[in-house]
């Protein structure tokens, strides 16, 4: 007889976008996971967290399905003591914001959860290497939300690469198009738009790329030089006679990054889905209108507080001699990431949705076509991987099989640690080299 599968409970640290984003994923497929806990300070997104997983679990057949909402991740620890093998579920998933990942990983591991925790690891090399030796410590299954990974279409390229055709791996060029309205959105206005209270750029947004790269090559990055600043979403910018706010500004129906334009569009068209869900609880155009009016999302771009970087490429030098190079640019389409791959026997063209490969062996050219999974943002599964890398850990839980987990500790601490050299290339201009640990 085949044993049947066990079903994994989860707890929620941080039901923002990210956490309601796998939250749904759970009450999607009940004969897999259920959701037991959710820990966030707001009570309107913890509520609507525990209000779909109650509903999922009862259309499951449970009678009176209980979630624990709770305030924050203390709270979470404090009510593992109260069970038996000290914790309330068999995995927890932090998705808080940037700077709040540390503190939960190290106090939450030894307590025998599963973790998976939201990119990036920590804002500094330390904290890094912190969450790093807690999870190693407690010898439990970790994993990080390197969502690149589990695209389908990271498996095509892969697989091309793992098959030889391509030769050895010379030269990779990489291109992320994060677009002009995205970047407007959350690294101008939204809550990574500072240093400060977030990370750099490259961090929060293209760690993702500098681990693919780790990943589809199989070839760590050792050394890096790297250039970038805030050249256009700045005060010097700002057009003659432009307004502190959208609402009240002249120039609004004609500038690319109204606030209005934005999110009433995406409101009337798609209903309040990101990035509407992001700027206010309610869902209605005058609830949007009265947080464009008194909140960070109304703001000019060029009058906000931001600092993090509007473009900025990375050169990386790869174990064996190898060389890859990065761009991220705001002043683009919000589109999949643009590859091309340079090997000793041929060449990949990738869109990220197909490939390209020319052998020079014969002169042949394959396409291949890993097909549409939807787009790359995070209303629509960043092209599959959202809901990968969420198959992929509760499988590894439910079997106990880490094998199913792409991006473990030790890897996702060397794409870390390269984006933190090429910080230091920026800010010092010189070249850095990247340690292994």
């Known amino acids: ?44 997104q913890r509520g609507l967290v525990a209000a779909q997983a109650r509903e999922s679990r009862a259309g499951a057949g449970e009678t009176t399905p209980e979630v624990l909402e709770l305030e924050g991740w203390r709270d979470l620890v404090a009510a593992g003591t109260d069970h038996a093998d000290g914790r309330v579920a068999d995995m927890v998933i932090v998705a808080t914001q940037d700077r709040e990942h540390r503190d939960p990983v190290v106090a939450l591991a030894p307590q025998g959860y599963a973790v998976l925790v939201e990119k990036p690891l920590a804002p500094s090399p330390e904290e890094c290497r912190a969450v790093v030796d807690a999870v190693e410590a407690a010898g439990t299954l970790f994993g990080v939300c390197h969502v690149m990974r589990y695209m389908p279409y990271t498996d095509l390229v892969k697989s091309v690469v793992d098959s030889g055709v391509l030769g050895e791996i010379v030269n990779v060029q990489h291109l992320e198009p994060v677009g002009w309205w995205h970047d407007a959105h959350s690294y101008v206005r939204g809550p990574w738009r500072t240093e400060r209270t977030s990370s750099p750029m490259l961090l929060a947004k293209s760690s993702h790329d500098l681990d693919w790269i780790r990943y589809v090559t199989g070839k760590r990055i050792t050394s890096v030089a790297s250039f970038g600043s805030l050249k256009h979403f700045r005060p010097e910018e700002r057009p003659e006679g432009a307004a502190d706010r959208c609402l009240d500004c002249p120039l609004e129906p004609t500038c690319p990054y109204s606030a209005p334009r934005l999110y009433l569009t995406t409101l009337r068209e798609q209903g309040p889905i990101w990035p509407v869900s ?28 931001n600092d993090v970087v509007d473009h900025q490429v990375v050169a990386m030098e790869l174990d064996g001699g190898s060389a890859a190079t990065f761009t991220m640019t705001a002043f683009s389409e919000q589109d999949h990431r643009k590859t091309q791959i340079f090997g000793t026997h041929g060449c990949l063209d990738g869109d990220g949705e197909k490939v390209r490969v020319t052998d020079f062996r014969d002169g042949s050219v394959t ?19 959202d809901s990968g890398v969420m198959d992929a850990f509760v499988r590894a839980v439910a079997t106990g099989d880490p094998s199913h987990v792409r991006s473990g500790a030790v890897e996702s601490l060397q794409s870390h640690l390269a984006v933190f050299a090429a910080e230091e290339s920026r800010h010092h201009r010189t070249v850095v080299d990247v340690p292994a640990r």
């Open 1 to 44: 007889m085949t044993p049947t599968p066990q079903v994994v409970t989860v707890a929620l640290v941080g039901a923002g976008n990210r956490g309601q984003t796998y939250a749904r994923w759970i009450a999607a497929h009940p004969d897999r996971a259920r959701l037991v806990a959710v820990a966030d300070p707001r009570p309107h």
């Open 278 to 305: 992001v700027i206010t609880d309610a869902t209605d155009e005058a609830g949007v209108l009265d947080a464009l009016r008194t909140g960070d999302y109304g703001r000019c771009v060029y009058a906000s507080d």
């Open 367 to 385: 396409v291949h076509d890993g097909g549409h999974h939807g787009a790359t943002n995070a209303a629509d599964d960043h092209g599959g991987g």
